[in-house]
């Protein structure tokens, strides 16, 4: 499946936290990347996903780093 094709709106610039990135239903917020918290922070963890930051008590990703990961299971799905 191609994220391009979610069609999500996210800016080119800041933080996302984790519930930006993998959904939540009960706030009906669209997942970005669909997998689980587990799944998400296994990946973080080995290297498959971006790294996370530390802002104070708060953990959230570049969403630059967001773009580029999916550029990069695009460009893996399509090739």
């Known amino acids: 499946m191609s994220l391009k094709k ?3 709106n996210i800016p ?3 933080f996302l ?5 993998i959904g939540n239903p009960a706030k ?3 997942a970005i990347i669909p997998v689980s918290r587990s799944a998400w922070y ?3 963890n ?3 996903f971006p790294p996370k ?3 104070g008590c ?3 990703w570049k969403i630059e780093d967001i773009h580029a990961l999916i550029k990069q299971i695009d460009n893996q799905s399509n090739g």
């Open 6 to 8: 979610l069609h999500i």
């Open 17 to 21: 936290r984790l519930e930006n990135i």
């Open 42 to 44: 296994r990946g973080v």
């Open 12 to 14: 080119s610039t800041g």
């Open 46 to 48: 080995n290297g498959m």
């Open 28 to 30: 009906n917020i669209p």
């Open 58 to 60: 708060s953990t959230v």
């Open 53 to 55: 930051i530390k802002i």
